[in-house]
């Protein structure tokens, strides 16, 4: 197990790469969109796709994250949010091309959310969590 320092350091790298990325690529989702023409009822639907994924898969992700570890789980949602960006890159030109990539957007995000937080639930000392989670 790594030293305590180098866990701290490696979730803080973790949640602002997560952060940076989520807070970048939902908005230019939306102006894409406005570039595209795309009528106001689908500019909802861009927006739901982020967290349509997440509230249906939020259950199984946290007893994903339980049976294969944060670890595993924070490779997972990294990877997903790469192929969300990817996907923005390449499928940004059609409106069906922003709801994968805000679909995928969102379940990195999940994934990744669900990862830190259960490192730092799992890491820290019994009665400290009020402190580590701020």
């Known amino acids: 197990m790594p030293d305590p320092w180098h866990r701290h350091a490696v979730l803080l790298a973790h949640s602002t790469g997560t952060q940076i990325i989520t807070f970048v690529l939902r908005p230019t989702m939306s102006y894409r969109a406005i570039e595209l023409d795309v009528p ?27 049976r294969y570890g944060e670890r595993r789980m924070a490779v997972a949602g990294a990877f997903l949010l790469t192929a969300a960006a990817v996907a923005f890159a390449t499928l940004g030109h059609t409106v069906a091309g922003l709801v994968v990539a805000g679909i995928l957007l969102g379940t990195g995000h999940l994934g990744s959310v669900i990862a830190q937080q259960a490192l730092v639930a799992n890491t820290t000392e019994r009665g400290r969590h009020d402190t580590a989670f701020g």
């Open 40 to 66: 106001p009822a689908w500019l909802g639907l861009l927006g739901a796709s982020f967290a349509l994924a997440p509230l249906v898969l939020a259950l199984p992700a946290g007893h994903a994250a339980d």
